[in-house]
T-cell receptor
Framework: AQSVTQLDSHVSVSEGTPVLLRCNYS??????LFWYVQHPNKGLQLLLK????ATLVKGINGFEAEFKKSETSFHLTKPSAHMSDAAEYFC???????????????WGLGTSLAVNP | DAGITQSPRHKVTETGTPVTLRCHQT?????MYWYRQDPGHGLRLIHY???????DKGEVSDGYSVSRSKTEDFLLTLESATSSQTSVYFC???????????????FGPGTRLLVL
């Protein structure tokens, strides 16, 4: 069965320091992986996605993530945090259904990122 | 941004009343989804649609029904609302499946529902 685990429920960094949000996944086949961001009282926005092309994926707002099959990880990073990065971040894996060929997204529980001045 | 709207954006209702939430898209995407978001549970799929009149259940479908009579509209109905259905509801769309960029989901702004 496919699953996704976000290893930290809360991360706090200082403005200008690196950001690391950790995500591990479980999948019996080559997955598609996504990171979404949700700012307070807002909808969900796609940050980046991995779909079996380059293992280092660049997204919006300076974020990137590296797919590591040997570690079953898809950690999200940013070299320098900005105050506007404070939000909830979700790691997502695409899972094949038990019946048919339809796929659904399996969501992590989220990591809340706080950025301190 | 993908053209997705949800209505209403906020709703307060009483236990036992029917409620219908609407998702409307202008992207002509084949797939549409309804999720609910609750603290400690992340996003959970309620129902999804893979075409007009084609729908399937998600992981938390009890107490909910859906309909899709047109490509652009996907309705979520709570037949008899309960307090446990107080949540934020998100609609999402995607161009297609099963692999690659076509399965990326784009989300609407959400509907906050309070059942008293």
């Amino acid at each position: 069965a496919q699953s996704v685990t976000q290893l930290d429920s809360h991360v706090s960094v200082s403005e200008g320091t690196p950001v690391l949000l950790r995500c591990n996944y479980s999948s019996s086949y080559s997955p598609s992986l996504f990171w979404y961001v949700q700012h307070p009282n807002k909808g969900l926005q796609l940050l980046l996605k991995y779909t079996s092309a380059a293992t280092l994926v660049k997204g919006i707002n300076g974020f990137e993530a590296e797919f590591k099959k040997s570690e079953t990880s898809f950690h999200l990073t940013k070299p320098s945090a900005h105050m506007s990065d404070a939000a909830e971040y979700f790691c997502v894996v695409s899972a094949r259904q038990r019946v048919g060929n339809n796929r659904k997204l399996i969501w992590g529980l989220g990591t809340s990122l706080a950025v301190n001045p | 941004d993908a053209g997705i709207t949800q209505s209403p954006r906020h709703k307060v209702t009483e236990t036992g009343t029917p409620v219908t939430l609407r998702c409307h898209q202008t992207e002509n995407h084949r797939y549409m989804y309804w999720y609910r978001q609750d603290p400690g549970h992340g996003l959970r799929l309620i129902h999804y649609s893979y075409g007009v009149k084609d729908t399937d259940k998600g992981e938390v479908s009890d107490g909910y029904s859906v309909s899709r009579s047109k490509t652009e509209d996907f309705l979520l109905t709570l037949e008899s609302a309960t307090s446990s259905q107080t949540s934020v509801y998100f609609c999402a769309i995607s161009p297609g499946q099963p692999m690659g960029t076509k399965e990326t989901q784009y989300f609407g702004p959400g509907t906050r529902l309070l059942v008293l």
